[in-house]
């Protein structure tokens, strides 16, 4: 990880996704913090010293289990929060989180601002959702007795950004299932008429997938 001292790139960073917007204190700071791809954000059973935004790239979420077996939590790409559920429980993180590609991030030191930010009105509401949203698209893909055609069109519909798949490795990795079972699936909603193939690898929900 590397510290960007470029003020001019992460107010454009930040402008972009409105982040200043979460917040009622106008006296924090943020730093900008690069990644190289396959670097950690955050490591497995450490303490969370930052909390970090998401502005540039692709992360994942993912645990290891006790006999070594990686369990998938979530694929993000901005903007989201890193850091939320830990600030708001065991500081300590429960998984691993790492850059998919190059990954710019603002990042808040709780060392220095966690007063602050539990006296926000306006951030623990933006936390609040964050938290919320992840653990409900989380439990959702995460059920077994669910098909894997309905977890593939609640993705669409409420975790893909712009409703679109756009790397079918990633999310095999996501929705629990192998390639060919999502690939098969895929053929299936755009048979349909409930998602369309737009490019290699890369599907999007049809106006008719949003209700059906």
């Known amino acids: 990880m590397d510290v960007v ?11 972009r996704y409105d982040i200043r917007s979460h917040f009622d204190s106008r006296d924090i700071r943020f730093r900008l913090f690069h990644y190289q791809k396959g670097e950690l954000l955050i490591r497995q059973d450490e303490e969370v010293t930052d909390i970090l935004f998401l502005l540039e790239g692709t992360i994942a979420i993912y645990g290891i ?24 429980g065991d500081r300590t993180s429960v998984n691993f989180v790492q850059a998919k ?8 030191s709780l060392a220095r601002y966690e007063e602050a930010l539990r006296r926000d009105a ?12 992840k653990f409900t698209a989380g439990s959702m893909l995460d059920l077994q007795n669910v098909s894997l055609r309905d977890r593939v069109l609640f993705y669409l519909r409420t975790v893909a950004e712009d409703h679109r798949l756009s790397g079918v490795d990633d999310a095999t990795f996501l929705l629990h299932c192998s390639r060919r079972q999502l690939l098969r699936v895929l053929r299936e909603l755009c048979d349909a008429g409930l998602v369309r ?8 929900l049809a106006p008719t997938g949003l209700t059906s």
């Open 101 to 108: 590609s190059e990954v710019y991030c603002a990042a808040l």
């Open 197 to 204: 193939k737009v490019g290699r690898g890369a599907y999007e």
């Open 65 to 88: 289990h006790e006999n070594a077996s990686i369990m998938p939590v979530s694929i993000h790409q901005p903007p989201v929060v890193l850091g939320d559920v830990e600030f708001c």
């Open 5 to 15: 001292n470029d003020e001019a790139l992460l107010n454009d960073l930040l402008d």
């Open 122 to 133: 306006s951030f623990l509401y933006y936390l609040l959702q964050s938290v919320t949203g």
